[in-house]
């Protein structure tokens, strides 16, 4: 089975979130980019995949055209794990983390949907005897900073069924309504996006101890410091969570000996082939895997049939936003707190050429 193109379809989707934008991304977060690529077979089967695009949409699409698919044109395509780790090696000299990785990733993630469909399966079955048909998902609020939206999402959420609900909330008032909102039955994490000072971790942790916080996520920069992250973790008896912003399993290897949730990015950390690996890491260590949500393209997809797959992977991550459209509209949403694992050949996602055409740029 021998790749016979690749393609690449950079996308803008608007999203309602009511939050001001402001404070989760480098600008104003009002509209989903994704750079879908499309890889199919010279026997006819199509993959999907996509890389990590906020803000960087034309950098991804130009690193897969002209860094990786020149190097996948006319491959046998058998051991993926091996020519995702051979793409590292030979670009390694673009660096290991960002736009690169973001690359191989969506490259990796196309290839996985076509190895599963080639083999008439899902990928969840492709990976396990026994896949979990449907998962725990938690409702990921955005950034309101305002004590009384924050209060009145996270009830909202918890109407909605959702049983954990993560804020991205960096203050102590806001957290404090946050969990206000969300009952003390509700577990409630934060994720502060490595906006704290290491002063300020000191002064805040304890106080999410006493509000029975599920874990905080990146307190500190950088999220790379394993042992200052490890530190805070067993000072505050608090779990700390970090990891979407690493890539390859060779960075989690660093943190996973301290901290209690690893947190792989399949549309960042190198695509399925990586996010497997890093459960191993995590496995090894007794750690736990809290995947994060690549949003609604085919990271998505792939990151439900891996946590299916995988019981150490813990819950699926739902960013609480509504798009302006999903690009399967058959795409499976939380409800009741659970999202179904759908048992369709590869990630499942096969996207509507209407909306492709419509949301393309
Ligand atoms: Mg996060």
Redesign the pocket.
């Given at each position: 089975m021998k790749i016979k193109s690749v393609d690449v379809i950079p996308l803008q989707i608007p999203f309602e979130d009511g939050s001001t934008g402001s404070g989760l991304m480098p600008t104003k977060w009002t509209t989903l980019e994704i750079v879908l690529v499309r890889i199919e077979t010279e026997n006819g089967i199509v993959g999907w995949g996509d890389g990590f695009a906020y803000s960087c949409r034309r950098a991804v699409a130009a690193a897969i055209e002209d860094m990786v698919a020149p190097l996948l044109v006319g491959r046998e395509i058998d051991d993926i794990a091996a020519l995702n780790l051979e793409l590292q090696q030979r670009l390694h000299l673009h660096g290991r983390y960002g736009i690169t990785m973001f690359a191989i990733s969506a490259i990796d993630i196309a290839l996985w949907d076509i190895a599963a469909k080639h083999e008439e399966t899902s990928l969840a079955r492709l990976l396990a005897v026994r896949p979990r048909t449907s998962l725990p998902a938690y409702a990921?609020l955005m950034r309101y900073a305002e004590p009384d939206l924050v209060r009145s999402f996270a009830a909202k959420a918890v109407a909605e069924g959702y049983k954990t609900v993560k804020l991205?909330e960096i203050s102590l008032d806001a957290i404090k309504a946050g969990r206000q909102g969300a009952g003390t039955e509700t577990k409630l994490a934060t994720?502060v996006?490595c906006n704290w000072s290491i002063e300020q971790a000191h002064e805040i942790m304890p106080h999410m101890r006493r509000l029975d916080l599920y874990w905080v996520?990146?307190p500190v920069f950088p999220p790379d410091d394993a042992e200052a992250l490890g530190m805070l973790q067993a000072e505050y008896g608090v779990a700390i969570a970090s990891g979407?912003n690493a890539c390859t399993s060779v960075e989690f290897a660093r943190t996973a000996p301290h901290i209690k949730y690893l947190?792989p990015s399949v549309t960042k950390v190198g695509g399925v082939s990586e996010f497997l690996r890093v459960c191993d890491v995590a496995e090894g260590y007794g750690a736990s895997v809290m995947p994060?949500a690549p949003y609604f393209g085919p990271g998505y997809w792939a990151t439900i049939q891996l946590t299916a797959a995988r019981e150490i992977c813990e819950q699926f991550e739902h960013l609480y936003i509504e798009p302006e459209a999903y690009l399967d509209p058959s795409i499976p949403l939380p409800s009741g707190g659970e999202v179904e694992v759908l048992d369709r050949p590869g990630i499942g996602f096969e996207p509507d050429p209407d909306i492709i055409e419509r949301f393309k740029i």
């Open positions: 990921s991205h994720d996006n996520e990146e979407e947190q994060h």
